[in-house]
């Protein structure tokens, strides 16, 4: 395991903070050199100004070039000035000279003289020139003088060295003076105090005692008398320990003796009872274990058997009640859709109940094989593995069945109660349309129609269902009877919109349509395209009736021969938030 320095750590904190600190006085010092620097350029800048403005202004005045070039050469030719611009009254320039800045930056007009800030490295003065002439003063140009960072740096070169030259002379004797402190007040100490301990001997603790040199009233010599408090409170206890030793040994010695006269006596006289007590324990327990598990089996298999049973009978009084519903519901034609309906899940229904009660009755066949074989004491693991194994299929075969059933049930159900009943409740209008469809499968399932829904997932409204499944139920069987009498594959299309607070309705088919004298007739009551073949002719009558009646809307019908029927419906619903 690795371990670091304490002195190393310390003084490299120590060390650290003093660097930062070093080097943050002295940049601050460097930058307040330079700034210093810049301030007496610019003073200078200026003196330069107010000395050659009155000449430079008279030139200009004058137009005298030759002197206004003297000048220039003059001033450019100053430590202090890296550049210089001159220019007349109209703002042209007359000498550029030097490092400067762009013309663009300069003012354009009159105005007081002003220091130019640094940019890319140069700053400046500028000024303007007044030519004073029989009294008058008159603006006849301007001056701008300009310096660098170059020439403030090379002016305080000599300072940074002395600045930069001293920090590091100061650092390094800082450096010398903490080494030497650490080393002889730390690190010394340390190691002979580590050196000592590393000599420490269990079995010489008078010779593993510590023993500092040069340690005058420091914390090192309280760590001294402590660990060599702690050696004499080790030996004392050391003492005392070979003296208990002592005596336990003695007391082990004598109780050693006795155990073992004790255990031969007794493990003589228990040893064979003990065997045979263990033995049939052991059996008594797997026998008792396995015949509990038996009776839990049996239990459960007779429970599940009872709940078949009633699950049947159930079922069977559900059964006789749709039948008694149909052959109420034949006595009306307003409902004779329905009966259809329940002929087809009666049907439907009687398939996996029978499976189901085939099913049942194996459960308990083999049940009582299994109950009586277990009175006899006959069972085996293999025939209970095996009654198990049929059990479990038999129990799926249930299950599957009895949840189709259901399913069919549940889908007839609500249809069939809404349209006996004109009772409004909340539906969702899809989910609802596919209820209604579902329940027309008997009637659809041998033939290859195609019923496609376009409708809103989420359109939820409250409304009289039993009115709507009864218009469904009656367009769609009609499209199959009559649209589709000499069409294997025919297509429905029913799309539903909302506008406001009315839903539209628009269904449509491609069977064999109607002529425009049918058409007129279509909703009359009595009319029917198979007058000698069963049909009453109410069926489109009744579906006028709940649309304009039960319903307050409007329906209108389009066809022609070979071109389908197309049934537009609108009535006002109360819709529902889906987000309440």
């Known amino acids: 395991m690795s371990t670091s320095s304490i002195s190393k750590s310390l003084l490299t904190s120590v060390l650290s903070v003093y660097f930062v600190l070093t080097l943050l006085v002295t940049s601050i010092q460097v930058v307040g050199e330079y700034f210093d620097t810049k301030s007496v350029l610019i003073q200078e800048l200026q003196n330069q100004q107010s000395t050659f403005s009155y000449p430079l202004a008279r030139s200009l005045w004058e137009y005298n070039s030759p002197q206004i070039d003297a000048i220039a050469d003059g001033l450019i030719n100053i430590p202090a000035i890296a550049g210089l611009i001159i220019r007349d009254d109209t703002g042209k320039v007359v000498i550029e000279l030097g490092q400067t800045i762009p013309i663009s930056q300069l003012p354009n007009g009159p105005t007081e003289a002003f220091e130019l800030n640094e940019r890319d490295g140069v700053f400046g003065y500028f000024s303007t020139l007044v030519f004073e002439f029989s009294g008058d003063s008159m603006l006849v140009g301007d001056v701008t003088l300009f310096s660098t960072r170059d020439i403030a740096i090379e002016r305080i070169k000599v300072s940074l060295y002395f600045i930069i030259g001293s920090a590091l002379i100061k650092s390094t004797f800082l450096i010398l003076l903490f080494s030497l402190a650490f080393s002889r007040m730390l690190n010394r100490p340390m190691a002979d105090l580590i050196d000592q301990i590393k000599n420490f001997r269990l079995d010489d603790l008078e010779h593993s005692k510590v023993h500092l040199r040069d340690q005058r009233n420091t914390e090192f010599v309280l760590l001294e008398q402590a660990y060599n408090q702690l050696i004499d409170t080790l030996y004392d206890y050391q003492e005392g320990l070979q003296q208990t030793e002592q005596q336990l040994l003695q007391a082990n010695k004598k109780l050693d003796e006795q155990n073992n006269i004790l255990e031969q006596e007794v493990a003589r006289k228990t040893s064979n009872i003990t065997r045979i007590v263990i033995d049939l324990e052991r059996r008594k327990h797997e026998l008792e274990t396995r015949q509990d598990s038996l009776e839990n089996e049996i239990r459960q298999r007779q429970a599940v058997e009872s709940e078949l049973r009633k699950t049947n009978q159930r079922l069977q009084t559900s059964l006789s009640a749709l039948e008694r519903a149909q052959d109420q519901l034949l006595e009306s034609e307003k409902m004779a859709s329905l009966g259809g309906l329940v002929a087809g899940i009666t049907h439907d229904v009687n398939t996996p109940i029978g499976v189901s009660v085939t099913a049942a009755t194996l459960i308990r066949d083999r049940l009582l094989d299994t109950e009586q074989a277990l009175h006899n004491r006959e069972l085996t693991q293999t025939q209970l593995e095996t009654f198990l194994a049929q059990g479990k299929e038999a129990l799926n075969v249930v299950e599957r069945n009895l949840a189709r059933a259901s399913d069919l049930i549940s889908s007839f159900k609500q249809v069939a109660v809404?349209?006996?009943?004109?009772?409004?409740?909340?539906?969702?209008?899809?989910?609802?349309?596919?209820?209604?469809?579902?329940?027309?499968?008997?009637?659809?399932?041998?033939?290859?129609?195609?019923?496609?829904?376009?409708?809103?997932?989420?359109?939820?409204?409250?409304?009289?269902?039993?009115?709507?499944?009864?218009?469904?139920?009656?367009?769609?069987?009609?499209?199959?009877?009559?649209?589709?009498?000499?069409?294997?594959?025919?297509?429905?299309?029913?799309?539903?919109?909302?506008?406001?607070?009315?839903?539209?309705?628009?269904?449509?088919?491609?069977?064999?349509?109607?002529?425009?004298?049918?058409?007129?007739?279509?909703?009359?009551?009595?009319?029917?395209?198979?007058?000698?073949?069963?049909?009453?002719?109410?069926?489109?009558?009744?579906?006028?009736?709940?649309?304009?009646?039960?319903?307050?809307?409007?329906?209108?019908?389009?066809?022609?021969?070979?071109?389908?029927?197309?049934?537009?419906?609108?009535?006002?619903?109360?819709?529902?938030?889906?987000?309440?």
Request: overall charge negative; some cysteine; aromatic content about 6%.
């Open 418 to 580: 809404d349209q006996t009943s004109e009772a409004t409740r909340d539906i969702n209008i899809k989910a609802y349309l596919t209820d209604v469809i579902q329940a027309l499968q008997p009637q659809l399932r041998h033939t290859e129609h195609r019923i496609s829904v376009s409708c809103p997932e989420h359109l939820e409204a409250r409304c009289p269902a039993g009115a709507l499944a009864q218009i469904f139920t009656n367009l769609i069987m009609n499209s199959v009877i009559h649209g589709f009498e000499a069409k294997p594959k025919g297509n429905i299309d029913i799309t539903i919109t909302r506008s406001q607070d009315r839903l539209h309705v628009i269904y449509q088919d491609n069977g064999k349509g109607l002529d425009q004298q049918q058409l007129k007739q279509l909703f009359d009551p009595f009319f029917t395209t198979k007058q000698k073949q069963g049909g009453s002719g109410l069926g489109t009558h009744i579906v006028r009736n709940l649309v304009t009646q039960t319903l307050a809307g409007e329906i209108s019908a389009e066809s022609a021969p070979n071109q389908g029927l197309r049934y537009v419906i609108e009535f006002p619903l109360t819709f529902l938030d889906p987000t309440e």
